[in-house]
């Protein structure tokens, strides 16, 4: 027999409390009596023990074996057999890489997973899974003990944040479909229960932290392309119950360009700005202290391609989208919409249909400028002349020194938006510009036509101009989190992806986005002779706080192969008993106590 909440047992120590209420001597009492002769043998005896003669009914000993049972069936007592089919999911999280005492909790989860595997014995079969990204499978086929011990020590922690996992259900029809004896958790969360079937280990304990929550790099306008000059907000968070100085470096690359020290309060973030950052192919912001878990002490941000945004503009009106050549830093290329297809558009910041649509939702970062009726992001309503706004979003690049009072487009269609978004700017007939976020990519539909650009001649909207140019040419820069994937675009022979640790990954064709992005830091695709960078970064801040992670609590109503639980159900029965005998003893002793000395004074008259 074992038990699964064998904390529940500590409560068999509290039992001797019961025998406090008749230890405790009440204060004597004068009490008249006609002769001393029948009380003086007993009056001896009594006060020859130091406590008292300790009387103890009946009900004492029956409330005793309730309260005991109470407890034993809250530890949950189950028959078990020794298992040979078992599973072993280990959590390969972000948090599993903190370190304790010199120790990974990667490293203390392999530790008792082996214990366990050990126990099993060479005949055992052991399934392993791993919980990041997803629950899966290692392999196809059971192992044996010495293959899972191997499979074991080459696992490694992604830098992903934990899959949002009902581990209770999970777990149970883990156990019923594949038949496992038993299936073990190990994890860095606590465990509040266990079944019979599912048991979960816990490693690690609760850790103050500091993390780059935020690391952004970016022009503070398209005018700063040509000196290469770009500015950085760093934001960083505390998670522990004190204030720290925290040192912050920006690196470009491994150079150091800047640093600040900062005192981040308990609890909360800070934001730290840097200004006149040169021109590197990818940045890197960096904690200098040291902490449990140094993954997300830093976080890393790349630098588009060049230093023009290049544009792809389709258009049956060439002549008014090449207006936009007027602006420094732009790089702008002019197809018909007819020629769209053959055309490769992987080498461009920005994609412009005007007046167009294509079959399919670029890759690319794209502006749709009244598009045709049939497009998947929104319908067009009804034409409107002279236009005004009504609502536009604030603070947003797109509104950004903007004076909407004299911004009138001649001629407008509100849009009908048919997917989730943002609308921009709003007239009183509709939304007027609307922005979708699609893995990672920027699309802006505008219901007005802000071409040709005039500059000075038509202020209001030459700067609105400017400001979709900045939100698109800024939009690369960003960051994504780890384990999003990589839009691919068209792949050639040969092209491949080097993973932060170094792997080079041949890409295949057919393939359009490659997901597995499983660790921090720069992915760079060549191309060619080309060579494109993204950056990946942990985000997901409850990873990053150590103090207090979320327990698992395992449902205990289902039981498998693994045991037989024989006292849990019983408890809510076995409390209301004890209750009730607490109630029957609190008024029928009193009445008992009562009733005994007339019983007495009876027997005496009737000696006398």
């Known amino acids: 027999m074992e038990f699964l909440n064998p904390n ?12 406090l209420p008749y230890l405790v001597r009440r204060k004597p009492r004068r009490v008249m009596f006609s002769s001393l002769l029948l009380l003086k043998e007993s ?10 003669r300790i009387h103890l009914p009946w009900i004492f000993f029956l409330q005793l074996l309730l309260l005991a049972l109470l407890i034993g069936a809250l530890s949950e007592p189950v028959f078990s057999i020794h298992p040979t089919n078992i599973a072993i999911i280990l959590d390969n999280s972000a948090t599993m890489q903190a370190v304790e005492a010199g120790k990974t909790r990667m490293s203390m989860a392999k530790a008792k997973a082996r214990s366990v595997i050990d126990a099993v014995g060479v005949a055992g079969k052991i399934d392993l899974y791993v919980t990041t990204p997803r629950i899966v499978k290692l392999s196809a086929a059971p192992l044996s003990a010495t293959q899972a011990v191997s499979a074991i020590e080459a696992l490694e922690a992604y830098d992903l944040g934990d899959a949002p996992l009902d581990y209770n ?7 019923r479909e594949h038949k496992y004896q038993r299936v073990y958790l190990f994890t860095d969360h606590p465990a509040r229960r266990q079944t019979a079937a599912a048991r979960t280990i816990s490693v690690g304990q609760p850790q103050a932290n500091f993390a780059v929550t935020g690391f952004d790099v970016r022009r503070a306008s398209l005018a700063n392309v040509i000196s290469g000059r770009l500015e950085a907000s760093v934001e960083v968070a505390n998670f522990s119950n004190k204030d720290e100085k925290i040192r912050i470096v920006v690196k470009g690359g491994e150079r150091a360009l800047a640093n600040r ?8 973030t800070v934001v730290a700005s840097f200004d006149n950052l040169a021109d590197q192919a990818f940045y890197q912001a960096e904690i200098e202290n040291r902490d449990a878990l140094m993954l997300d002490n830093r976080r890393f941000a790349v630098l588009p391609a060049g230093r023009s945004l290049r544009i792809l503009a389709v258009s049956p009106r060439p002549k008014e989208i090449a207006s936009l050549k007027a602006i420094p830093g732009v790089d702008l290329d002019i197809v018909a919409p007819s020629a769209y297809g053959e055309t490769d558009t992987s080498a461009y910041g920005l994609e412009i249909f005007h007046f167009a649509t294509p079959a399919a939702l670029p890759r690319n970062p794209t502006l749709f400028i009244l598009p045709p009726q049939n497009n998947s992001l929104v319908d067009l309503a009804a034409p ?24 009138r487009p001649a001629y407008a269609r509100p849009l009908k938006p048919e997917s989730a978004g943002e609308v921009v700017i709003e007239s009183p007939s509709g939304p007027l510009a609307f922005a979708v976020v699609r893995q990672g990519v920027r699309y802006l539909t505008l219901g007005f036509d802000p071409l040709p650009y005039l500059g000075r001649e038509n202020l209001p909207m030459s700067i609105f101009t400017l400001n979709f140019l900045d939100w698109f040419s800024n939009a690369g820069m960003k960051s994504q989190a780890t384990g999003e994937p990589l839009a691919l675009g068209r792949i050639e022979p040969g092209d491949s992806i080097v993973s932060p640790n170094g792997e080079t ?16 830091g720069i992915y760079a695709r060549r191309r060619g002779g080309a060579k494109e960078l993204s950056a990946r970064n942990l985000q997901d801040l409850g990873e990053s706080d150590l103090r207090a992670p979320a327990a698992i609590d395992l449902n205990a109503g289902t039981v498998q192969d693994g ?3 024989v006292l849990f159900s019983f408890w809510p029965y076995l409390l209301t008993a004890a209750i009730l005998l607490l109630v029957l003893e609190w008024f029928a002793s009193p009445r008992m106590t009562k009733l005994a000395p007339r019983r007495r004074a009876a027997t005496l008259s009737m000696l006398s």
């Open 8 to 19: 529940a047992l500590f409560g068999l120590l509290a039992l001797p409390l019961l025998l």
């Open 169 to 175: 259900h999970i777990l149970d029809q883990l156990a």
């Open 261 to 268: 020290e900062l005192l981040v309060p308990a609890g909360k």
């Open 384 to 407: 409107v002349t002279n236009i005004t706004v009504s609502n536009w979003r604030e603070p947003h690049t797109l509104t950004r020194y903007v004076n909407f009072s004299l911004f």
């Open 563 to 565: 045991g037989t639980s």
């Open 43 to 52: 009056g001896e005896a009594a006060s020859s023990r130091a406590w008292g």
């Open 505 to 520: 990954i041949s890409l295949t064709v057919g393939y359009d986005f490659f997901g597995a992005t499983f660790y921090q």
